[in-house]
């Protein structure tokens, strides 16, 4: 048993409790206690302290969508290409030369950078070799909801309806619950374009029978719905309501060019939405000229955050995201109020861990949880003088203020080093492959 201490223990509990020098007591994998650290201290008999009077104690961020076998193609592609052009010219592509040992390789960066920026959760975006590449998650041990690459209508990367929830139901069956509990499944149809209805339907159908989360790529380009429109006379967002396949148990990726019917029926559905901004922003695609997050928030949908992958964010921070992010809701209506610090924090633990199916586990610091919990150090200028720690979090706070953290009680991240990782040699391998990948590609060498 040991205690982790902090200046600051922000619960994101239901009544968003902060307990100034608090603590947070951890058995095993789980949470035991929340309170002041003077109380627990004198109540419980603990191996340890973690954490000091310096210390923001927070939930594990989640992470609600990464594709994580693009991590070695961050700069890879050229700048300034819309979403049609960078995929299909180039991250297209990339995916179908990657090998298995490139893929783990990636997987192993992603999860690297996750942990070094307080991700404890997230939900992968699919993989090609799962049985392999999962294998990454007892190096560094993360909580992954993982997933196949699943869509039966490409030229590249092609796949039968049969094919593709075969390969889903068997990752299902294989791994589910694996690596200490860990590891769960979702779904990952990638869009309404790219799957026939046959696929889309009972992927969803099999996901909800299964207690399984969907995520899909919805509206995340102009070009996208305009196809949608030609192609079946709706958007996307319609093309599935009509079809039964939007409920709580769905998650839209993305989701920048929505007409307000669209929210209605996200709305009506219960579906969840997940935002990448920094991604929208990079790729041009529209989320501050396009963008209708504010009335979605307005009307309780359930927002969460994504970083979508390496060449698309170009870093993984959720709380660099988090900041851009209630920053862009704001400016968009000019309402400095849509969202509060105090509920925009949610975007990044408790209704991101919600939209993953795994809030009764994470999310939130409390008594019987999973001890997933991230200390962020407090001795920046961004942070002095800290008077409202919900402000300083959403506003101040990037990854580079993560100083430990713990899964499923275990340390991960101590004094910003990932344990047990030789960083360098990390470092020269996912060079090496990613070189050796552009060169295949005929893609850019380093300048």
């Known amino acids: 048993m040991f205690i982790v201490r902090g200046r600051f223990v ?3 509990d239901e009544v968003n409790r902060v307990f100034r020098d608090g603590g947070v007591v951890v058995e095993g994998d789980r949470i035991v206690d929340v309170g002041f650290f003077e109380d627990l201290k004198k109540r419980y008999r603990c191996d340890m302290v973690v954490g000091d009077e310096w210390k923001i104690v927070l939930p594990g961020l989640v992470n609600c969508h990464y594709h ?35 893929e783990k ?28 590449t999962l294998e990454t998650l007892d190096e560094i041990p993360l909580r992954c909801l993982a997933s196949t690459w699943c869509w039966d ?8 309806a049969e094919e593709a929830f075969e390969e889903l139901t068997h990752l299902h069956r294989e791994f589910r619950g694996g690596f200490g509990g860990r590891l769960d499944v979702c779904a990952t149809p990638i869009s309404v374009t790219t799957c026939s209805q046959k696929l889309l339907r009972q992927v969803v159908e099999w996901a909800r029978e299964n207690n399984v989360k969907t995520f899909i790529h919805v509206s995340s380009f102009r070009e996208e719905v305009e196809k949608a429109l030609s192609t079946f006379g709706v958007t996307p967002v319609q093309y599935l309501f009509e079809r039964g396949l939007l409920s709580r148990d769905v998650n839209i990726l993305h989701s920048i060019h929505l007409s307000m019917d669209d ?25 501050s000229v396009r ?38 809701c704001r400016d968009i209506r000019m309402n400095a109020s849509l969202p509060l610090a105090k ?38 200028p961004d942070f002095i003088p800290v008077l409202d720690v919900l402000q300083s979090v959403v ?11 713990i899964v499923d009680g275990r340390v991960v991240v101590e004094g910003r080093r990932v344990i047990g990782v030789d960083a360098e040699r990390l470092f020269r391998e996912s060079e090496a492959a990613a070189e050796k990948i552009a060169e295949r590609l005929g893609l850019q060498r380093p300048m």
């Open 10 to 12: 922000v619960t994101v």
């Open 395 to 405: 506003f101040s706070a990037t990854g580079a203020a993560v100083d430990t953290v």
């Open 105 to 132: 390789t990636a997987f192993r960066l992603a999860l690297y950078a996750m942990a070094l920026n307080g991700v404890t959760t997230f939900a992968d975006g699919g993989l090609l070799h799962p049985s392999t």
């Open 68 to 102: 994580s076998r693009e991590q070695l193609s961050q700069t890879m592609f050229p700048d300034g290409l819309g979403e049609t052009t960078w995929f299909n010219n180039f991250c297209l592509p990339y995916h179908a030369a990657l090998t298995p040992e490139e």
């Open 343 to 380: 509920d925009a924090i949610r975007f990044v633990t408790s209704t991101a861990a919600d939209l993953l199916g795994l809030g009764h586990r994470v999310g939130s610091l409390e008594k019987g949880k999973k001890a997933d919990i991230v200390l962020l150090d407090m001795r920046f």
């Open 153 to 160: 209508r490409a030229d590249i990367i092609p796949k039968t």
């Open 291 to 328: 963008g209708v997050f504010p009335e979605m928030l307005a009307e309780g949908v359930r927002v969460g955050l994504g970083g979508d992958g390496a060449p698309s964010a170009q870093h993984v921070d959720m709380l660099r995201t988090l900041s851009l992010f209630t920053g862009l």
């Open 263 to 287: 929210v209605a029926r996200i709305v009506s559905s219960g579906a969840g939405v997940v935002s990448c901004p920094y991604s929208s922003l990079k790729k041009g695609k529209g989320i």
